[in-house]
């Protein structure tokens, strides 16, 4: 017998319908002797119309009283799963975050758990109970109500996987698992049986968008077994844990990641001096603008080129700070690129097989398609290109890597 945290969202309890679909799945588990912890969102698109509801009375609703208006979504799945669970003659109790006492900060709106009493969870569980706990919220040391975010509930599963010390904490989504890229552009992706923390984050980062980046960060740094599934189609998910897989031809790289919400930006002719780095980006994080790949050239000149990307919809604050700052330094020139992508390659293997960059390099190059930006790390290479040649980079480079599923 293992003890189980699963995760069902908005999609999946979406109706009446699917929520009783979602109660047979939950009691089959039950019925195979496994302890049973269900953690939901709110129906698919319930908390959209509770944020509109609230905009029509503020433009800028007071944090406190949107999280206790959000908040009831999940109240109302939790309840409908509990019922269903009990019409079938498996044994289950709702809790909010509050009831379960998952202590969080006071962020409203963006709040960080900090502790979960699991008591009453425990209690439950010995009685033979499913319980069934509402995602995405919990509750201040003063009683007030809180949300973790869009998508908090994968964060809330993850945090009382860790708090139980789950076997397993199970994901279940519209997808069957993690696959070598989005089966949308190549068609002959691969779902992974396996993919370590480190390649799920760096996935997640990049623009894979099974899973929320903070619940894998959480997995990892609890170390709680993470697998996510489909909610309505049988099979083995993928698996998402700390171990490496050792198998002697495991491959170097595991996915391939892209994401077209880029834009670059370029500040020519800067003077070379201790601090121009912080003069020019300074100002850009200060307007809470997030930096992503950087390049600075030293020229012959003694001036710097310094090139950066942002997300594409921060194009045009980036590009009025940045000419103002070019101003004051007297700066050459500033351009912009508002059509480029991003595309990596991740593999906790890379660390030990060589020549995996010049492998990238030449599929790129064999296309015709230009690099404009490298960055990398110990587990990734990422590359700026024109938009235009993402979904040729990505195929050429799924090909180039091995990643193909097998035709039969």
């Known amino acids: 017998m293992s003890l189980i945290v699963q995760k069902f969202g908005g999609t999946s309890v979406g109706t009446v319908a699917r929520i009783e679909a979602v109660a047979e799945k939950v009691a089959a588990f039950r019925a195979q002797g496994h302890d049973i912890v269900v953690a939901v969102s709110a129906m698919s698109g319930e908390t959209n119309r509770l944020i509109a509801l609230a905009n029509e009375i503020e433009e800028q609703p007071t944090p406190r009283e949107l999280d206790v208006l959000v908040s009831t979504g999940e109240q109302v799945t939790i309840a409908l799963l509990s019922m269903a669970l009990n019409k079938r003659g498996c ?18 709106n963006k709040a960080r758990i900090k502790e979960i009493d699991e008591a009453n969870i425990r209690t439950d569980l010995k009685a033979g109970r499913v319980v069934v706990v509402a995602g995405f919220q919990g509750a201040d040391e003063h009683g007030n109500i809180t949300t973790l975010g869009r998508g908090g509930s994968d964060t809330t599963a993850v945090a009382l996987a860790a708090a139980l010390k789950a076997d397993e904490c199970q994901i279940y989504t519209d997808v069957d698992g993690v696959y070598t890229t989005d089966p949308r552009v190549v068609s002959c992706a691969r779902r992974l049986d396996h993919i370590t923390f480190e390649e799920m984050l760096e996935m997640a980062s990049l623009g894979s968008k099974v899973l929320q980046i903070r619940s894998v960060e959480f997995a990892g740094k609890y170390n709680v077994p993470l697998r996510v599934l489909h909610s309505f189609q049988d099979g083995p998910g993928t698996l998402i844990s700390l171990e490496e897989d050792t198998k002697m031809e495991a491959p170097a790289v595991s996915g391939i990641a892209f ?21 020019v980006l300074g100002p850009v994080s200060e307007a809470n603008i997030e930096v992503d790949v950087i390049v600075q050239n030293v020229g012959a000149d003694n001036t710097n080129d310094i090139t950066f990307t942002v997300s594409r919809g921060d194009l045009a604050r980036t590009e009025a700070i940045l000419r103002n700052t070019a101003e004051k330094l007297g700066a050459r020139e500033v351009v912009t690129d508002g059509k480029i992508a991003k595309v990596s390659i991740v593999g906790v293997g890379m660390r030990s097989h060589a020549g995996i960059a010049s492998i990238m390099f030449k599929a790129l190059a064999d296309d015709n398609i230009n690099i404009q930006l490298i960055t990398t790390s110990e587990i990734k290479i990422s590359v700026v290109i024109d938009e235009k040649f993402l979904e040729l980079a990505v195929r050429s480079l799924h090909t180039a890597f091995g990643l193909d599923a097998e035709t039969p």
Do not use: C, F, M, N
Not at 94 to 104: F, K, P
Not at 259 to 279: M, S
């Open 91 to 108: 044994p289950a109790r709702s809790y909010t975050g509050s009831q379960v006492r998952i202590l969080t900060d006071s962020a409203h």
């Open 259 to 279: 994401t077209r919400d880029e834009a670059k930006l370029t500040i020519l002719g800067v003077p070379d001096h201790p601090g121009v780095a912080y003069q």
